[in-house]
């Protein structure tokens, strides 16, 4: 187009100038003869008769020699060089377009002609240890809309109406341009079929919509490990301008958020496929040239078993929620742990209450996001085994049982006599015994048996007074030596560090709270039995006593290794540990936890008849953590087992579940029965889909506002 102008103006300027030239030329002539006839009336004899050929003037001094046509020569040499300009500017314009940069014009050309579109790829699926598939991919129809639609209020109106969403979520969807202009928006990636019907019976209600199929993920055993595996989600903008480097995300595709699904985002996500298609500027597909299929992500294996991770949760569903008897149940919420000793992989990690991960898949509705978010509902979403912190309450004492044998504070001569109530720090500061009506007389051994506030009250004094000489939190200090005020490394968002007060610790807390910010004794009293400030997390307890257990702290696994497409082996998890520092953790120290943690399972109430079921021996602990605000107790059990070569430990917590005995414990010792039936090839039911638990009531024993263990 521009040459062609350039050409036409070229040409217009010769036009112009040739005209206004012979314009001229005609009215010079007429003036010259009148001129020259002047010129012969007033000759003179000389001029006429001589036959000299020297040039005269005339009366007015013009010269009468040259040629008309002298005047106006330098003009048309003007022209003629303007003319030339041109010419040769448009010639080289075309020499430098037709041969020197032909190819690049050629490219360009076929660029603005050929369009890229990304075709999305599926994730890769996700496998418990034996190979049992907890997530896989489907193809499922999804909902396009071209890009022209963000303007059409009546379609919008209709998909919003048709398919439950919020208007403006499905306007801002349609106005999402990441994918390219040609491509068409996701509006939903889940749509119900009776949706899919609707819109293809209508096609002219919802003009610029189409359906195409797309893989999306499936979760076969629905809630099973819900908040372990996570969900996926459609990728948010957010996520588009933050995606890492190295990744290809396209608007429209399905992206880890929360659990295994983000934790392993990079290996689960696939390679797009191509298609380079012959497209005008509409966006219209006229051809297809090339074609690239989409390559899936990798499988992840995880250290996950299925079976052991559905007998945890139905433990806690019966317990709290009883299938069929909805409101018959103890306690509330709860989560379990199991680990194995021999490497530190999870091979449960549960939570009560769940939810369904399939709710994810194309955008959640308002009405569950609000459901799972409701503080009536106990936050299904919300991994407790990880990110839930809880009092410790007498699973503690394990741990400031053992800094006081370190401190000498405990000796095997070492007894107390529990009337029910301490008064070590005078008689305005006394403090009650869980069981009020006193235990007697106990050694240390008995103390943990029993768990004896009595006894943890005067280990806790002991180290008050010391405090000038082994410093103001050696007790503290020593206990997160087993891990404790501090991650444990599980390759999960969102993990919490819990708390293990110090005086600095409060200090920097209640800063803005001067009256409370002074370390005081009863402030030692109560984190020696694992109350007041204290906070842990199952998975950090589960660690701790695998510590006494075997005396390695284990960075709990969750992977055992990634396939690629092929099937081959590519990645394989990566398992840690550390010995605890006998320096500081003698032998002693731990053979003595160990002993009074098997007294718990020989001799603590009902707990040797209720592990004499299944026939395993064990080492236990029990703790029941003071909740407050009304509050019934948290529900605490801490198990390993064998005793004599500890293969697994769980640990278990029951919000709302009263004393431990009550709730933890029958959970902890029926997960810890799968535990070694799977270590042993004897667990071989069929897993069971799990449903999502949506209401229930559960009843929250009351034991008088008095803490049992």
């Not at 187009?1 to 009215?27: D, F, K, N, P, Y």
């Not at 000299?52 to 005339?58: F, L």
């Not at 990304?118 to 907890?134: H, M, V």
Request: overall charge negative.
């Amino acid at each position: 187009m521009l040459i062609a102008a350039l050409i036409a103006l070229a040409i217009a300027i010769v036009i112009v100038v040739t005209v206004l030239v012979v314009r001229s030329m005609r009215g010079r002539g007429s003036v010259s003869v009148r001129d020259d006839v002047s010129s012969i009336g007033s000759a003179t004899p000389l001029d006429m008769g001589g036959g000299s050929s020297t040039k005269t003037n005339n009366a007015s001094g013009t010269s009468t020699g040259h040629s008309p046509y002298d005047r106006i020569r330098p003009r048309f040499m003007a022209m003629y060089v303007l003319i030339a300009a041109i010419f040769g500017s448009l010639g080289t314009k075309l020499w430098s377009m037709q041969v020197l940069n032909s190819e690049k014009y050629l490219s360009d050309s076929q660029d603005n002609l050929l369009t890229t579109i990304k075709t999305p790829a599926s994730r890769g699926r996700i496998f418990d240890t034996e190979g049992i598939e907890l997530v896989r991919n489907q193809i499922n129809a999804t909902i396009l809309a071209d890009a022209d639609v963000a303007s059409q209020h009546d379609v919008i109106v209709r998909l919003s109406a048709l398919l439950g969403l919020p208007y403006n979520v499905i306007r801002q969807r349609i106005q999402d341009s990441t994918n390219g202009a040609q491509a068409q928006r996701v509006v939903t990636s889940s749509p119900r079929e009776r949706d899919v019907a609707y819109i293809a019976e209508h096609p002219d209600a919802f003009n610029g919509i189409s359906i195409e199929d797309r893989p999306h993920r499936v979760y076969p055993y629905e809630a099973l490990a819900c908040q372990l595996l996570g969900y996926a989600g459609t990728v948010s903008q957010e996520e588009l301008d933050n995606a890492p480097e190295g990744s290809d995300y396209q608007s429209g595709d399905e992206v880890g958020k929360s659990g295994i699904e983000a934790t392993y985002e990079s290996l689960l996500s696939g390679t797009h496929g191509e298609r380079v298609v012959v497209a005008d500027v509409d966006g219209t597909v006229h051809e297809v040239k090339s074609e690239t299929r989409p390559t899936q992500g990798n499988d992840v294996y995880l250290t996950i078993s299925a079976r052991v991770q559905a007998v945890a949760e139905q433990a806690m569903a019966k317990l709290i929620a009883p299938y069929g008897t909805i409101g018959d149940g103890i306690g509330t919420a709860g989560a379990v742990v199991g680990m194995d000793l021999s490497n530190g992989d999870v091979v449960c990690l549960a939570n009560f209450p769940n939810f369904n991960p399939a709710n994810f898949i194309g955008g959640i509705s308002q009405d569950d996001w609000d459901r799972y978010n409701d503080d009536d509902g106990y936050r299904p979403l919300m991994n407790r085994a990880i990110a839930g912190t809880y009092p410790a309450a007498s699973t503690f004492k394990s741990f400031t049982g053992a800094a006081a044998i370190h401190y000498g504070f405990v000796t095997e001569g070492s007894g107390w006599n529990c009337t029910g109530e301490w008064t070590g720090f005078g008689d305005e500061y006394a403090q009650k015994c869980w069981d009020t009506d006193g235990h007697g007389y106990l050694n240390f051994r008995e103390g943990i048996v029993y768990s004896c506030d009595v006894v943890f009250y005067d280990i806790a004094a002991q180290f008050y007074y010391a405090r000038n000489e082994i410093g103001d939190a050696a007790m503290q200090e020593y206990v997160k030596l087993f891990g404790f005020s501090q991650a444990t490394g599980i390759p999960l968002s969102g993990e919490a560090t819990g708390v293990v007060p110090t005086p600095e610790w409060k200090k920097e807390y209640y800063s803005n709270q001067p009256e409370e910010a002074q370390w005081v004794p009863g402030d030692m009293t109560n984190t020696a039995i694992g109350q007041g400030n204290v906070l842990i997390t199952p998975i950090q307890l589960a660690v701790a006593y695998g510590g006494i257990a075997t005396g390695k702290l284990f960075t709990p696994n969750l992977l055992k290794e990634v396939r690629n497409s092929e099937g081959e082996i590519v990645l394989e998890g990566e398992r840690s540990s550390r010995d605890l520092d006998t320096s500081i953790i003698e032998d002693k120290v731990l053979d003595t936890i160990r002993d009074a943690l098997r007294g718990v399972a020989l001799e603590d109430g009902d707990i040797p008849k209720m592990i004499e079921e299944y026939g395993y021996q064990a080492a236990c602990k029990t703790g029941s953590g003071e909740a407050g605000n009304g509050r019934d107790a948290y529900s605490w059990f801490a198990v390993y087992a064998p005793y004599d070569n500890p293969k697994y430990v769980v640990t278990c917590v029951i919000e709302d579940g009263g004393f431990g005995v009550d709730a933890g414990v029958p959970v902890a010792l029926e997960v810890m029965d799968a535990c070694l039936k799977f270590g042993d090839g004897e667990l071989t039911d069929d897993v069971p889909v799990i449903p999502e638990v949506t209401s229930w009531h559960a009843y929250v024993p009351t034991n008088n506002g008095e803490r049992g263990e």
